[in-house]
């Protein structure tokens, strides 16, 4: 297995990163906004090698989970177990790994599959996803759209992300701007998706760009406002996966990272839905663990009010759970073999937790009621003349003024931070956001026809056979449509 030291040297290949509002970045391996990430994502590698996980993260054979592409219900399951382990470690904030980058190269092999491509695709589809398991590289994952300003060019011809400066015997010479995507900066490579709309032969592509590659530049968003202070905020001073966009000035990809793939909406994202489903599952249990601390913290394990909210927060909980046991028990197979989680199911999942998240945040805030905006910090309550105040106030019942207070700021970084502000914006575009979660739901039901024509049983008459099926072959309609106003260019 990589080490984290191997993932820290790797990060320092040249790249050209950006922070909105704070200049160019050096080294990520040291700079304030990303040096604590850093530190995440080395853990995350370093823990394959720790024996006491060996069990969750590595498969009998000495594979890491999170580098195999499961061929059978047990191995999807230690899959998704690996994930959800490691995923519950950061609240749920962190929600691309280098397991998420495997799993982006298991979906441009099963896509070129599919496609039933050259078989020099498949070929290179296959030798990259060997070499991410082999090498472990972090990857991440940007659709391709069109940024806003791209998308109000007057030319339609013009209103794309990428455009294919040259053909050459090396490979592709590319120019453009990508939008938002996630850990830019701390991944090696990232995947671009068909939504460039870029073809070769007809056939739509998706390609491989190294984040350290000549010509490319990352733009990080400004980091979320946060403590220094881990006591204060033990959540956001950690994770920030810093979103951006990538900037592409003549950059070459070579034809071995150029992948022929599914037409827009791809089927690339087929593994990581279940990934964001586990990473949205973590972040509610998570508020559900802190729930139930601060309800014994503050005395209210026999406040029935408080017991309601609680059991509503288990219901959205335990809805997802079932959800992705759903799909790992009845899941689908690509022709090759390969185990993906039911979609049917991730998507019911997913949607209900969109639906739920506010709520669940909501309860977690209630549930301490003002406590939680007043909490002191460690520095407070050690200074003479406020301590032993703070400690009549916040202490008693078994708990200290520290460790209640320590309580109280945890559930405060999780939904009122900004680190939580970007979460929630973010996560209502992730995957396409509720439309493309209810788009896929569509798609992958299967039982229109079925149930439609059941219930004609009931029905003493000679009946028409229905066909629903179009419901879910329609195509599904754009987010982004741009119409310009008369005159404006």
């Known amino acids: 297995m990589r080490t984290g030291a191997d993932y820290r040297a790797a990060l320092r290949d040249g790249r050209k990163v950006v922070i909105m509002g704070g200049g160019a970045i050096e080294d990520v391996v040291t700079h304030p906004a990303t040096a604590a990430m850093v530190e995440q994502y080395i853990a995350w590698y370093d823990r394959h090698r720790d024996p006491e996980w060996a069990g969750t993260l590595v498969a009998p054979d000495g594979t890491p989970w999170a580098f195999v592409l499961p061929r059978t219900v047990d191995e999807a399951q230690a899959v998704g177990r690996s994930i959800a382990k490691t995923i519950f470690l950061s609240a749920g904030n962190i929600t691309h790994t280098p397991h998420y980058g495997h799993l982006i190269a298991m979906g441009v092999l099963a896509a070129a599959e599919k496609q039933n491509a050259a078989p020099h695709y498949i070929a290179n589809a296959a030798a990259y996803r060997e070499g991410v398991a082999r090498d472990q590289r972090f990857i991440t994952f ?70 350290g590659a000549r010509g490319v530049t990352t733009l990080c968003r400004k980091p979320a406002a946060r403590e220094a202070n881990p006591f204060m905020a033990p959540l956001s001073s950690r994770y920030d996966e810093l979103d951006g966009q990538m900037w592409l000035d003549d950059v070459l990809i070579p034809w071995e990272r150029v992948f022929a793939v599914d037409p827009a909406p791809e089927a690339i994202p087929r593994w990581l839905r279940w990934h964001h489903l586990y990473g949205w599952l973590a972040k509610a249990e998570f508020t559900l663990g802190l729930a139930f601390a601060l309800t014994d913290a503050l005395g209210l394990r026999e406040h029935d009010l408080t017991i309601e909210y609680l059991v509503d927060i288990i219901a ?138 059941a219930v004609l049983e009931f029905i003493d008459l000679d009946m028409p056979e229905i066909d629903a099926s179009m419901i879910g072959a329609a195509p599904v309609g754009s987010r982004r449509a741009v119409t310009l106003p008369a005159g404006k260019k």
Not at 371 to 378: I, K, W
């Open 316 to 453: 959205e909980v335990q809805i997802v759970r079932s959800c992705i046991a759903a799909a790992e028990l009845e899941p689908e197979f690509t022709p090759s073999g390969y185990c993906v989680p039911n979609h049917a199911h991730l998507a019911a999942g997913g949607i209900s937790l969109f639906k739920a998240r506010q709520r669940i945040a909501e309860l977690l805030r209630v549930i301490p009621g003002s406590s939680l905006v007043v909490a002191p910090g460690d520095a407070d309550l050690q200074i003479p003349e406020l301590a032993q105040g703070l400690e009549e106030s916040f202490g008693g019942g078994g708990y200290t003024a520290r460790q209640r207070s320590a309580l109280l700021l945890m559930a405060w970084d999780h939904v009122s931070s900004a680190l939580d502000g970007r979460e929630s914006a973010f996560e209502l575009h992730a995957s396409g956001g509720l439309p493309g979660w209810r788009a896929w739901l569509r798609r992958s039901f299967t039982d229109y026809n079925r149930l439609a024509n």
């Open 142 to 211: 940007c659709g391709g759209a069109p940024i806003v300003g791209q998308r109000m060019q007057p030319d339609p011809a013009d209103r794309v992300s990428v455009k294919i400066v040259r053909e050459t015997d090396s490979g592709l010479v590319l120019r453009g701007q990508l939008g938002m995507h996630t850990s830019p900066a701390y991944a090696e490579e990232v995947y671009v998706g068909t939504l460039t709309g870029l073809q070769i032969d007809k056939q739509p592509i998706g390609f491989i760009v190294p984040v």
